[in-house]
């Protein structure tokens, strides 16, 4: 069975920084894609960052352009895990943070229906 746990949110500051991890089990995801949503209370899920699998050495990374250059996905395929480093700057970042896996192939990494498996959360709080 296919299983996808996020970690390490918490309450933070804003400016501070904090990495999520997912560790997914139940099939090797390496030559997957993974993504990272975020939903805020009373808002629509919304894409944040994805990593897709290129080649044995590298892979292709996406962001949600209001996040780049603050927010770095990426992932340690030996530990089937994927990361988002988050350097906050805003209580509107506040939000429980998913873990989603989909195949490598096509388009629409920043769509939330084309992922197959969820992870179920991880909220993060960044205070003012």
């Known amino acids: 069975q296919v299983q996808l746990v996020e970690s390490g949110g918490g309450l933070v500051r804003a400016g501070d920084s904090l990495r999520l991890s997912c560790a997914a089990s139940g099939r090797t995801f390496s030559s997957w894609a993974m993504g990272w949503f975020r939903q805020a209370p009373g808002k629509e899920r919304e894409f944040v960052a994805a990593?897709?699998?290129?080649?044995?050495?590298?892979?292709?990374?996406y962001y949600a352009d209001s996040l780049k250059g603050r927010f770095t996905i990426s992932r340690e395929t030996a530990k089937n895990t994927v990361f988002l480093q988050m350097n906050t700057r805003q209580a509107e970042e506040t939000a429980t943070y998913y873990c989603?896996?989909?195949?490598?192939?096509?388009?629409?990494?920043?769509?939330?229906?084309?992922?197959?498996?969820w992870g179920q959360g991880t909220q993060v709080t960044v205070s003012s």
């Open positions: 990593i897709r699998w290129e080649s044995v050495s590298s892979d292709s990374t």
């Open positions: 989603a896996a989909r195949g490598n192939g096509g388009n629409g990494y920043a769509v939330a229906v084309t992922y197959a498996y």
